[in-house]
Every structure is written in C-alpha cells, then in structure tokens.
C-alpha cells in the first residue's frame, strides 16, 4: 500500500490503488486472470494465488477500500453473504455466542440460525435502538453484530456507544453497513471492528456484479485472509474489474442518492396516499438526531406507507412506470419491493408491524434519475 493519500472522498475513489502511471502503461486497470504468479527461488515472499484473493486485482480493490473506510487492510469477496460468513468464521469458534441487532438482513439471520448454530455458535437478537440490550452478554459472548442504517425502515445505530458496550466485555465489533457506503458512514471511525458490505450494492451500483468486502485492522483481517483461503470464496478477478470500475463513480453516485433521498421524502411527507415516511433526514424519523451526528449523507433507501394498506401497495408498484419492482438496491436505476413479499416474508404481519412494517410499506431504493421523474411516477402511481 504506497500510492499517495489524498484527501478527497471523490479523488480516493477514482485513484486510490493505482500503479505508477508509467509511459504506455494503460489508464484502466488490466484484468489479470491468471490462477497462479511466478514465485521466488529463495521461497521468500507471499505465495499469490487467486483463490488467496492476493492478486492483482484484488489487492488494488483492497487498497481503494481502505482508503474509503479508513482500517489497514480489506478484502474482497464472492459475495456479501461469504463476506458476512468469513467475518464471523475469523471471530468465533464453538461454544462461543454472538449478540445480533434484531434487524439483520434476511440471509444472515438464516446464517446465524441454521448454520453457526450447527457449529455450536449461539445468537441472541436484542434490539440496539432500545438501552439495556447490553444484558444479553454472556461470559461466552465474542461478537456483536449490527446493520445501520436497517431494512426497511431505517433504524440508525450508536455504534460508538456499542463498540464501547462490547469492548469492555471483550467482545468484537462486525458492522454490516452495505446501506450507508463508506461515503456515507464509516464505522472503523467509530470504533467498530470490521466493516461488511455487500458491494453488490452501491459499492458496485448498476446491479452488475456481485461482491462483498470486509475492512478493518491488519491484525483482524489477517484472521479473515486466513479463513477465506480455505473456506475458497474469493472473487473472481473480472468481477474484480466490474467492482472497482463501480466504485470509481461510488462518491458521485451517493451524492445523487442522497439528494433523491431528500427530495423524494420531503415529497412524500406531503403527498396526499401516503400514510408514513421512514427516511432518518426527516425530523419525524426516531434517529434524526443521530443520524445528523454520525452520517454524512442520509441515502438513497426510503420507506413509505401507502393509504389504504396492501392492495394499495400492490396497486400502486404496478401502477409506477419508472421505478420497477426487483429485490436489492443501490444500483443507478430506482427499484421498489415490498418487504411482506421479499426480505419479511417469513413473519407474521404482527411480527412485521412489530419491526415497524404496517400494511401498506413499500421500500424504494432510489437511483440516481432526476428527482422530479421520480416524484412525478411515484404522483401518478398513488393517483391510479
Ligand atoms: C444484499 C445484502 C446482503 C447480502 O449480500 P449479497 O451480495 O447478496 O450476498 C447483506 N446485507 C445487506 C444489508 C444486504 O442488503
């Protein structure tokens, strides 16, 4: 790692990683395929092989990710879920027991309940928006995990509070903050652990490429690099390319999210069909104000609820021309689900209303079209 720091989020992002520009050496970073690399006589130096994840592309893709999130090292992975499971593989062993935030992504519930389970690694799920969570530690207790913001509604997460809460207990710090980018919040900063994204997400941006990274200490991610070599889920060297061509425009693409984000919420506040917004820039949001201290940008994910519960929800997704009906988000092009459908569907509606998701919720994550196209299809669609 010995490219110049610069300061910018922007300028890291194109440039961070970068060789030397050397005369006829191309612009654009060449895809290097290869499985294997020539090695040292003398046995000296790191073996590079691609399913270590050391080659070319991946350690460029790892310097730009720690110049974004701050950290020592990082790597990139197949996927988020193999970023989520080589995070908790390098943290816990059997007989040891993690501390989740009750809003986690679908698949890594699945992962903590039906797999870590199997290996003698036991959960339990509080919810760390609420004071007295820090009860469910055990003596046993090695990892908190946390998501902020959270699907779908929102929630944003005193993760400086909580890293204070589980360091003094001994405990680790993993953070899944696929729905913020490190342009938005940068958990290391606050004392988090390890750092997962999805970067199939913004990270990646035009629903291209799937990835996942995890950022965070030298020390840590040795751990990590030791348990992806043979647990194998590297990522593929052209997926590489697609990922670090995304992040090149990852700076320019939030700051068009964010601004959607506004403006489609304020919008929505208003807008007559519309029961409820859950965007955390709108004071009406449960943690605006910590929301205002640890992000620099509020997002491009928003949560509404349409009048008339469900079957206006149904009406209005397959009244939108513009915004389309897929799972995941942050790509450049808005889509909207309805998580009763996809990431919620194995609760009850009591159990959804619980988490805050009342007939009628419909999550958009907003891409980066004009503001004013978007307002005017989400109108239209709420008039049909
Ligand atoms: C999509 C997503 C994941 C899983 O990522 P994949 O790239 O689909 O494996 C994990 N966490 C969050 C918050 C996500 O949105």
Redesign the pocket.
């Known amino acids: 790692m010995n490219s110049p720091r610069f300061s910018g989020p922007s300028t890291r992002a194109v440039h961070s990683g970068e060789p030397p520009a050397e005369v006829g050496a191309p612009v654009v970073s060449p895809i290097v395929p290869s499985t294997t690399f020539y090695g040292d006589p003398s046995g000296e130096g790191e073996v590079l092989y691609t399913r270590y994840g050391n080659g070319p592309n991946h350690m460029l893709l790892a310097e730009r990710l720690v110049a974004l999130e701050g950290g020592e090292d990082a790597m990139v992975l197949?996927?988020?879920?193999?970023?989520?499971a080589c995070a908790l593989l390098s943290c816990l062993r059997a007989g040891d027991h993690l501390v989740a935030t009750h809003a986690?992504?679908g698949?890594?519930r699945v992962l903590l309940d039906q797999e870590l389970s199997r290996l003698g690694i036991g959960t339990t799920y509080v919810d760390m928006t609420e004071a007295g969570w820090e009860r469910a530690f055990r003596p046993e207790t090695r990892v908190v995990l946390a998501?902020s913001p959270?699907?779908p509604v929102l929630r944003v997460l005193d993760l400086r509070a909580i890293s204070e809460a589980a360091h003094a207990r001994g405990a680790l710090v993993i953070v899944?903050a696929?729905?913020a980018s490190p342009i938005n919040l940068r958990p290391l900063e606050h004392g988090v652990d390890l750092v997962?994204?999805?970067?199939?997400?913004y990270l990646g941006g035009h629903s291209d490429v799937?990835?996942?990274a995890l950022i965070g200490s030298a020390e840590r991610m040795a751990v990590v690099r030791e348990r992806a070599r043979v647990w194998g889920p590297a990522l593929d060297p052209h997926a590489c390319w697609l990922l670090e061509r995304g992040i090149k425009t990852l700076a320019l693409r939030m700051e068009r999210h964010n601004a959607n984000g506004m403006a489609v919420a304020r919008w929505a506040e208003t807008a007559a069909g519309v029961a409820r917004v859950h965007y955390p820039g709108l004071p009406s949001h449960p943690d605006h104000e910590l929301a205002r201290r640890v992000l620099d940008g509020f997002g491009g994910m928003i949560g509404i609820e349409v009048e008339g519960g469900n079957d206006a929800a149904t009406r209005f997704v397959g009244a939108l021309r513009l915004a389309k009906l897929a799972p995941?988000?942050?790509g450049v092009e808005t889509l909207v689900s309805e998580p009763r459908h996809t990431s919620h569907v194995h609760m009850t509606p009591e159990e959804r209303a619980a988490n805050g998701i009342r007939e009628g919720f419909i999550r958009i994550s907003l891409g980066i079209e004009d503001a004013a196209d978007l307002i005017a299809d989400f109108e239209q669609a709420l008039n049909a």
């Open positions: 197949a996927s988020g879920m193999a970023a989520m986690i992504y698949g890594t998501e959270s699907n899944d696929t729905f997962m994204h999805s970067a199939t997400k799937t990835a996942g995941s988000l942050g």
